[in-house]
């Protein structure tokens, strides 16, 4: 996806939960009353697009002969991953009903009739719009009938429901959020564990995350799912697990979901009869953190716990929770099984009963990767967490072996309250696990296609500048025959005096404009330079890579300063647009003015203001990220790296009274001097959080009326 797409996706996304937000906030629901109504109709209308599309598809082989005509029954929709939708189902059909209608019953007769036709989604869809104002559904139905989402694809609907899914989250839907686990945790752990075969299970899956980043995975390396996975999960609410159903249909997918308490019950069995119980190739999950009411009575003979229970208080209750999970996780694994889970922080460090079950574990010689992550990872909760991985096929080499990798320094501020990781920052943290397995080829791939890319984006900067440099043109000559214009008139011409400022201002502009015309030509053509054999082919040599890069480092430099310049120039400008506009309150100039039109050329010179900075960004952005990986590893192997990762022995681990807290081992990095500071990014983080604040402020003061008004104050 190209990040113009990305881009437009992300802007879909944000108007589609402004409009169906303020739908809610006009019906007086809750989030978690709103959720699952809204969740259904993004499905609805992906239902049909998808219906759509088969439609079409088996009409061209059947115009091809590849297919006989004949009436289509399911199976010629279940082919192309859709649902074969009655006509009272289909999204155009709802939308058109006579004026009048009762479209609550409607959308539940549809999705009755869906459920009907398609056995795994039987109970699961909502089926509680007769409660609901038609009107506000009709509204509801609109917002997603836009001719982009008439016309989306299943992956531009697979990241709406995820972000609907987020979204609910954050406003603490369902459960306090825990339903949901970021996609930046669930995109590392799949990194690291690369699930593209076999058995994959969730024991806590929640609305189902784990499998689509899974999927997303798989179909990243040019494969089909369906084709080479099975999803098992496993999860105790039955609310989750319909957001879950409907979150696999969304994304073309399906599983064997079922309801079940993990720390009691192990209910799946494998197609061939065997339990899922130690034939599992991919093991995933973020489970709740430190519950304390597991009965250890009920528990203590269970074949999932090898390593024994963690601890038992004097209630006969598992202490904390935490280690059965563990042990869970490890147990279900194959042979040759992989495990990535998300768990609390404390966990890596505990006593006690806890520590003992911990040296087992190490002892085995499966753990394998500990990540550390930072607070405010989650959408409800505040804590930091640790992401642990298990590989059972580690090879002898690494039997004795643990990358310890402190990720807490690197996250990218999402809102005032929320951190995630950038793909970027994803994709360096997985290089360094592939240094530590010795996959240096993959490494220097991942530099080869930042250097690619650094070549595609250097080269857009010279049309950018280009059209920043036909508005600022545009914009500075009605300023320049104003003051031409008032100058020459004879007899009525303005004193001197009321003149100088926009003279000055002109002057002052010219000034900057020519020393930036000469910074400018200077990186051009050294990014021209630069450019032309990446372009032809990236170098995927070490050495080869390192020169590239040290080759932008002083156009890096040049580009820094080219951006403060068209800063400048764009300020220079709508100052001197403040001083015409002060002048031409002035009859003798007005009529030579007009003031709406130098407003609007303003205005557009910001825009291409903003259009040449973030394409001059984007160039420095990804030379950081060669930067990044080239500084902490030179060579392009596995070394420590102070206060970043560090692989560990297990007498290492041993010594730290078996601790697999990453802090422990990998040190404290010196404090760096942030030479690309973004000042202006900075203002925007503040702005972000003012207007969290203040989104904030308002539902409190709108809460607060409320209940004044139910007091009859």
């Not at 073309?252 to 190739?281: K, S």
């Amino acid at each position: 996806m190209t990040a113009n797409a990305f881009h437009n996706i992300a802007k879909i996304e944000d108007s589609l939960w402004e409009a169906a937000d303020q739908l809610r906030a006009n019906s007086k629901l809750t989030s978690s009353e709103y959720c699952m109504p809204v969740l259904g109709v993004i499905f609805l209308r992906h239902a049909t697009n998808r219906y759509q599309d088969a439609v079409k598809a088996i009409g061209a082989e059947q115009a091809a002969g590849k297919m006989p005509k004949r009436p289509l029954i399911q199976a010629d929709f279940y082919k192309r991953r859709a649902l074969m939708l009655p006509e009272s189902a289909r999204y155009g059909a709802l939308l058109n009903l006579p004026s009048g209608s009762n479209l609550g019953a409607a959308l539940v007769e549809a999705m009755t009739a869906i459920e009907a036709d398609f056995e795994p989604l039987a109970g699961q869809l909502p089926k509680d719009y007769d409660r609901f104002d038609s009107k506000l559904l009709e509204d509801l139905l609109r917002a997603f009938d836009s001719d982009a989402l008439r016309n989306a694809t299943g992956d531009v609907f697979g990241r709406i429901y995820e972000y609907f899914l987020m979204k609910f989250a954050m406003q603490g839907a369902q459960d306090n959020g825990e339903f949901f686990t970021p996609p930046s945790l669930v995109q590392t752990l799949v990194n690291v564990i690369e699930p593209d075969h076999g058995v994959v299970a969730d024991l806590a899956c929640g609305s189902g995350g784990m499998f689509v980043q899974s999927s997303h995975f798989i179909e990243h390396e040019g494969l089909d799912t369906m084709k080479r996975v099975t999803f098992y999960g496993q999860e105790k609410t039955a609310t989750t697990i319909r957001l879950a159903k409907m979150n696999l249909a969304v994304h073309g997918l399906e599983g064997d979901i079922r309801e079940a308490n993990t720390f009691y019950d192990d209910v799946h069995r494998l197609q061939d009869g065997r339990p899922l119980w130690g034939h599992c190739d991919f093991m995933m999950a973020n489970p709740p953190f430190n519950v304390d009411m597991v009965d250890a009575e009920r528990v203590k003979d269970d074949r999932r716990l090898p390593f024994g229970l963690p601890g038992v208080n004097k209630d006969k209750r598992v202490s904390n929770g935490n280690y059965l999970w563990i042990s869970y996780f490890h147990s279900y694994l194959s042979p040759t099984g992989r495990a990535g889970f998300v768990m609390s922080s404390q966990a890596s460090s505990a006593g006690h009963g806890e520590k003992e079950v911990r040296r087992k574990l190490v002892e085995t010689g499966d753990v394998d990767v500990m990540i550390a992550i930072r607070s405010n990872f989650f959408y409800t909760r505040t804590v930091p967490c640790e992401l642990w991985h298990f590989d059972r096929a580690k090879p002898p080499e690494r039997q004795d072996q643990v990358l310890m990798l402190d990720a807490r320094s690197i996250y990218r501020k999402v809102t005032r309250k929320i951190y995630d990781f950038s793909p970027e920052q994803q994709a360096n943290l997985a290089a360094i696990v592939w240094l530590y397995r010795g996959q240096q080829a993959r490494f220097l791939g991942l530099v080869r296609d930042y250097v690619t890319r650094l070549a595609t984006e250097a080269s857009a900067i010279d049309p950018v500048l280009t059209q920043f440099e036909a508005a600022m043109t545009d914009s500075r000559l009605p300023l320049a025959a104003l003051h031409t214009s008032v100058s020459e008139l004879e007899g009525q011409a303005l004193p001197a005096e009321k003149l100088q400022p926009l003279l000055d201002a002109l002057a002052e502009w010219l000034d900057a404009a020519t020393a930036y015309a000469a910074d400018r030509s200077t990186l051009v053509a050294g990014l021209a330079a630069f450019c032309r054999p990446l372009l032809k082919a990236a170098p995927t040599a070490n050495a080869a890579q390192h020169q590239a890069r040290q080759a932008f480092d002083p156009l890096a430099d040049k580009a820094r300063g080219l951006l403060k310049q068209i800063d400048l120039l764009y300020k220079l400008a709508a100052r001197t647009a403040q001083v015409a506009q002060e002048l031409a309150v002035d009859e003798t100039a007005a009529e030579y003015f007009d003031r709406r039109s130098a407003s609007k050329l303003i205005k557009q010179l910001d825009e291409a203001r903003k259009g040449a900075v973030e394409q001059l960004k984007a160039a420095a952005y990804l030379h950081r990220q060669i930067t990044w990986l080239h500084e902490r590893f030179p060579k392009a192997v596995m070394q420590d790296v102070l206060g970043l990762c560090k692989v560990v022995s297990r007498a290492d681990i041993e010594a730290a009274d078996w601790s697999l807290t990453p802090g422990r081992f990998v040190g404290v990095a010196p404090a760096e001097v942030d030479e690309d500071f973004d000042f202006e990014q900075s203002l925007r983080d503040i702005h972000v959080e003012l207007a969290d604040l203040n989104r904030e402020a308002v539902a409190l003061a709108a809460t607060i009326q409320a209940n004044f008004e139910e007091l009859g104050v």
